[in-house]
């Protein structure tokens, strides 16, 4: 038993978090229910899913950090989310990323990172219509890939891009699949509650052993532990407690090690290092990175030192030639959250680290093999040769170990070989086939001698557009080749007749050169790279700095264009990006040029504004919060309810007075008066007996003494509030309305119409009832399971709701019954609400995805088929009650529980929502209510004015737009606002169709100046007092004379817009690079 005592060398290896500076700060991750881990590395690059639907993947260098834009490049080559995405052990720039579209996609990382977003991949593979959930690539055969959907698993040859192996046997989805280290089996984990161990080439069944696993059907991993005949997986037990299991295949039935976890809903993602035997425990939604070592004795599992931070979305360990070995960096666990990307250090303590530590880096897998996916598939096996980590015995030293970032070197010197045989990629340029094409193209006629050999490797060099005459573009302007053209010109061979343009092929002759010529290993691997699909040739047009190439002339006339034939005319010059015009020639032939140099700088910029550029600068970016002085609140609140279903607000006021829904039976409702603060009376608080649970509750918009509230009977009662108050409970309503046989939902008053009031109930039915008559008027139907919320246009017209069936709905009420458009809402089941943004054009719906994480996304009120944006917030029970101000755009959302009003503007342009800055208040609070625009103090630069409700008080709550001139009445701020706080139509007028638009008001309060006005009165020039040679003042006669003679001087002036620099040969943008 002595060996139990043996200290470990790792046992105090202690997790190391950068700041934030030092971390990838400001990117965009959502929650994903997929198997796999959601990030990647390389010893190059890090991979990760983007966005909310996760269909992107974006890819940085591994050292990489700082805040990233929105609109960094990414990889787009899937239609549905990435469920797995892994780098190749050999190439780090070799990606593979699996989706639920059905498709795997091999992905060539340029060296220097992605300057442009990629969607054309090097080789696609298909699993027919089956979801794929897991990909990875082989650990000792170069060019081997494997991949899972639903109970199929696939490998694939990339050399010849095709599928050599595939296997059904499995009943359920596979969950997970890990390689021995030696390459020779596969343990795949699936959701019978199995676990095999699989030999893709043993005669007979492949499934070699099974075992029963963990007893939950929810999500398990299995890793196979190094080359040791053990293997560990994660999982639920059928008490849905997190389990870690060890198995060793010569006991494969019965585990080896259980140990039993804590109850928590994320699947546990085992990251295991063989070197170290170092275990990463990273849980989906866990704050927690557990680290544990592995022994072959009792106890196996021993807990080391744990890393509490932010919630892991993913993670992913780097490989071990990329570590700071000079730092006793041991491991590195990347862990993605939802806006950032941490590198995780786990560092032995040591005294000194001005050495290498050679205990505690054994020696590592390397990244150079020589086995292939064919000779693997014959049965050869050959273990990847080790490495050693020592500074002093590597190349570089201790800088990252950085493998090929392309494929697998050209390892023949006889000649035979070709790009397709590297492994599967589109045909590049000087390929036998593309040869051939070339010469049909080309109308060039390819005799058996002059045909291009299949063993012979042709390089085609990529040159900017450059013709040994002058140029002269459509509009007549002639371009002079530059010092660095002709030098290139002058070094091609001089049996070339003519250079090619870029984009175009040129014939047999032109292009062959022998594979001796090109035999070094660099230069055929730079040949392969400059013809990688994934490369763009064309630069990024930001980084490209501006030059005055050519003087481009406006647009003129034909009956002009004719007369100024042959002629040079330069007219408004403008800079105008390298990218952008040897775009243009490339296009048309100078066709290009025709358009005026404004709309060819600035046409690009025009279809997009600086907000989804730069970032979204509005008016409203700063808004501040405050909350009244003490002595406004309303304190010493007691016996708060929290029955009040979800569909209901909790909390309703006006300007007058706030409703609160009381705890006990009889369903009370308590009213405060406003105009009353301070802390209430201890005893009996004076409330509204309805009888029966509430269920919603609303003040009607143009009576502030007017409650209707809905019961759980299906019966509306309609209060009426004194001047004064309620000095004592009581029970008679001032009416009663039996709207519906069932429970209700919710009900809502119309925004424009007085006596209108609509209510929905348990019976999938909406009514639309008038108070003056207590009749029905319109009854919607369409709805498959509960109503969530309903919310009305802006113009009164139209109604739009979110149900529990993940649908979307807009309705006419008084033209039909059924709704006239349908889209997908959000899917989670807990609760959603709705509201219309941007004068109706728009639709903002708040609900939960399918791992329960709020969102808030944005419709298009003519086409819900699909949200134009999704932002994520965080994970939640309390479902977001949103309000929007349309004068400012403004969206507050909040729920209750919370302690924070995320703000948002909604905007009519991506990415529709932006957010502002969000207000965090010192308590929670119950509910939230916003008054009417013409309560804001806008001499206070108020915008937007609410009551919060917490535990104990009721706090009125001010937003305001920090302003300097704040003495002045903010028009840009204060638009005529429409008046909602009075009705603009009759109940009988809006069922009988009588519309008619609310007016408008200005806030201006009297006396009060606008900005504006301030703002356009030009300042006056001081006139200096002309001082003539005799003391007297210029006679109209002299001031005249001199006009005439200025006219004079200049029309015998040459007048030309040429500058002296456009005849300046200027410096080729390859040589600011060399």
Known sequence: ???????????????????????????????????????????????????????????????????????????????????????????????????????????????????????????????????????????????????????????????????????????????????????????????????????????????????????????????????????LTTGFDAARLRQVIIRDVRNFSTPEKTLELDCSTGILMPLFDPDTNMLFLAGKGDTTINYLEITDKDPYLIEGLRHTGEQTKGACLVPKRALKVMEAEVNRVLQL????????????????????????????????????????????????PKMSLDPAKREHGDEPIIPRLGPKPFSSTTGDVSFDKVFAVPLAPGSHENISNVGQDSGVEMTPAQ???????????????????????????????????????????????????????????????????????????????????????????????????????????????????????????????????????????????????????????STKRTSTVFGKVSKFRHLKGTPGHKSTHIENLRNLSRQIPGECNGFHANQERVAVPLSGPGGKIAIFELSRPGRLPDGVIPSLVNGSNIMDFQWDPFDAQRLAVACDDGIVKIWHIEAGGLSEPTNTPAGELTAHLDKIYFIRFHPLAADVL????????????????????????GHTDQIFDFAWSPCGRLGATVCKDGKIRVYNPRKSETPIREGNGPVGTRGA???????????????????????????????????????????????????????????????????????????????????????????????????????????????????????????????TVPRIKSELFQDDLFPPTRINWSATLSAEDWFASNDKAAPKVSLKPEGMETLSSIQQVPAQPIKKPDHPQFGGQKSEYEINKQQEIQKSVSARMEFTTKLEQDDMEGVDENEWQE
């Open 833 to 959: 609400r709705i509201t219309w943004a941007l004068d109706g054009h728009y639709i903002v719906c708040t609900g939960f995805d399918k791992v329960s994480e709020r969102q808030i996304s944005v419709y298009n009120a003519q086409k819900l088929s699909a949200p134009l944006n999704t932002a994520s917030l965080d994970v939640s029970p309390s479902i977001l009650i949103p309000f929007y101000d349309e004068d400012s755009s403004t969206l507050f959302v909040t729920g209750k529980g919370d302690s924070t009003i995320y703000c948002y503007e909604i905007t009519d342009e991506e990415p529709y929502i932006c957010p502002l800055s969000h207000h965090r208040c010192t308590s929670l609070h119950q509910g939230l209510s916003f008054l009417t625009k013409n309560h804001c103090d806008v001499a206070s630069v108020e915008f937007s004015k609410a009551y919060r409700l917490t535990n104990t008080t009721i706090e009125p709550l001010s937003f």
């Open 451 to 605: 045909g291009a050999k299949p063993d012979l490797i042709v390089e085609i060099e990529i040159k900017k557009k450059h013709e040994r005459e002058p140029v002269v573009a459509g509009n007549g302007v002639q371009k002079s080749l530059t010092t660095s053209e002709r030098r290139k010109i002058f070094e091609q061979n001089s049996e070339s007749s003519e250079n090619s343009t870029e984009g175009e092929d040129r014939t047999d002759a032109d292009l062959r050169r022998s594979c001796s010529s090109r035999s070094s290993f660099a230069e055929r691997r730079r040949i392969y790279e400059n013809r990688s699909k994934s490369q763009v040739d064309e630069k990024p047009q930001s980084p490209v700095p501006l030059r005055r190439e050519h003087s481009k002339v406006e647009p003129l006339k034909p009956s002009q264009q004719q007369q100024q034939q042959g002629n040079v005319i330069d007219t408004k010059r403008i800079s105008v990006p390298e990218g952008k015009l040897m775009e243009e020639h490339r296009r048309g032939n100078g066709a290009g040029l025709k358009k005026s140099a404004t709309e060819a700088a600035f046409s690009a910029a």
């Open 1 to 231: 038993m002595a060996w139990r005592f043996k200290a470990s060398k790792y046992k105090n290896a202690a997790p190391i978090v950068p700041k934030a500076e030092a971390c990838v700060r400001e990117i965009c991750v959502g929650s994903y229910q997929t198997y796999g881990n959601n990030i990647a590395a390389s010893g190059a690059f890090m991979a990760f899913n983007w966005e909310h639907t996760g269909s992107s993947v974006a890819v940085l260098p591994l050292d990489d950090c700082g805040r990233k834009s929105k609109t960094m490049p990414l990889l787009h080559g899937h239609t549905d989310t990435v469920t797995d995405l892994k780098f190749s052990p050999f190439h780090d720039g070799l990606l593979a990323t699996a989706s639920q579209d059905c498709l795997v996609k091999i992905w060539h990382i340029p060296e220097k990172g992605l300057e442009q977003s990629l969607s054309d991949p090097e080789a696609i593979f298909s699993h027919k219509q089956r979801r794929v959930e897991t990909v990875g690539f082989h650990p000792t055969a170069d060019g081997l890939m494997y991949s899972t959907a639903a109970g199929c698993v696939a490998l694939f040859d990339l050399s010849t891009q095709k599928e050599i192996f595939s296997n059904n046997e499995h009943p359920e989805v596979i969950q997970s699949a890990s390689w021995r280290e030696d390459g020779s089996v596969l343990a795949t984990s699936c959701k019978d509650k199995c676990v095999r161990i699989f030999d893709p080439r043993a005669a007979g069944s492949p499934i070699q052993l099974t075992a029963e696993s963990h007893q939950s059907i929810k999500d398990s991993r299995v890793v196979w532990l190094g080359n040791q005949q053990r293997i």
């Open 758 to 781: 609509l209510t929905a109930s348990y019976d999938m039915t909406i009514k639309l009832w008038d108070l003056r008559t207590m009749s029905e008027k319109c009854s919607l139907s």
């Open 337 to 384: 959250t939802s806006n950032m990307v941490i590198p995780i250090m786990y560092q032995v303590p040591r005294k000194t680290y001005r050495d290498f530590h050679a205990d505690l880096y054994p020696e590592t897998t390397g990244y150079k093999t020589e086995l292939v996916a064919g000779e693997w598939l014959n049965g050869s096996n050959q273990a990847v």
